[in-house]
T-cell receptor, first 115, second 110 residues
Framework: NAGVTQTPKFRVLKTGQSMTLLCAQD?????MYWYRQDPGMGLRLIHY???????AKGEVPDGYNVSRLKKQNFLLGLESAAPSQTSVYFC??????????????FGPGTRLTVT | ELKVEQNPLFLSMQEGKNYTIYCNYS?????LYWYRQDPGKSLESLFV?????AVKQEGRLMASLDTKARLSTLHITAAVHDLSATYFC??????????FGTGTSLTVIP
């Protein structure tokens, strides 16, 4: 049971380039989330998904797109990377958002640098 | 705009001492979460507080929630070096949107 995995672990992009970050979970979770973490700040929610084929915007969605074509995968895309998107990106998943035993499981993170 | 504030932001404490980290939030919520993050690592869930007055304890850490005061505390008892990490609280206001505090960086000195 791998839990939540993220690919890649590190990436350097030039301004204007595009890339996709992949998050995969093997716990059959319905909910998946993408966060970014910047120095001196907590995590901020970019986008989330409450099930296969559904996505919604979080707190800081601009410049990012997501897709959830399969229940176990949640993709985060940057169409035209900007230096302001330099950050550590975390994916998380959970059974539900309001259940009594709710807990988010986090992936190991992807460190992205945009030059 | 929802704000989640933690204090202190940085905490250096001696082994064996007690201390409390505070988490204030600006809107109504009955759910609050505490996480631990080691340097360069991911987040580990510590506590899930689901109602007013909830108290949970694990080892030297105890978390509580006062929804009327919009305040949660994380109390550290007899700190040990292994507790050195950054601690985050997070508030869930809709079931899908989580707002994190800025974190408290804890260093326990021998």
């Amino acid at each position: 049971n791998a839990g939540v995995t993220q690919t890649p672990k590190f990436r350097v992009l030039k301004t204007g380039q595009s890339m996709t970050l992949l998050c995969a979970q093997d716990m059959n979770h319905e909910y998946m989330y993408w966060y970014r973490q910047d120095p001196g700040m907590g995590l901020r929610l970019i986008h989330y998904s409450v099930g296969e084929g559904t996505t919604a915007k979080g707190e800081v969605p601009d410049g990012y797109n997501v897709s959830r074509l399969k229940k176990q995968n949640f993709l985060l895309g940057l169409e035209s990377a900007a230096p302001s998107q330099t950050s550590v990106y975390f994916c998380a998943s959970s059974w539900s958002a309001r259940g009594p035993n709710y807990e988010q499981y986090f992936g190991p993170g992807t460190r992205l640098t945009v030059t | 705009e929802l704000k989640v504030e933690q204090n202190p932001l940085f905490l250096s404490m001696q082994e064996g001492k007690n201390y409390t980290i505070y988490c204030n939030y600006s809107t109504t919520s009955d759910r609050l979460y505490w996480y631990r993050q080691d340097p360069g690592k991911s987040l580990e869930s510590l506590f899930v507080l689901l109602s007013n007055g909830a108290v949970k304890q694990e080892g030297r850490l105890m978390a509580s929630l006062d929804t009327k005061a919009r305040l949660s505390t994380l109390h550290i008892t007899a700190a040990v070096h292994d507790l050195s990490a950054t601690y985050f609280c997070a508030v869930d206001i809709s079931g899908n949107q989580f707002y994190f505090g800025t974190g408290t960086s804890l260093t326990v000195i021998p």
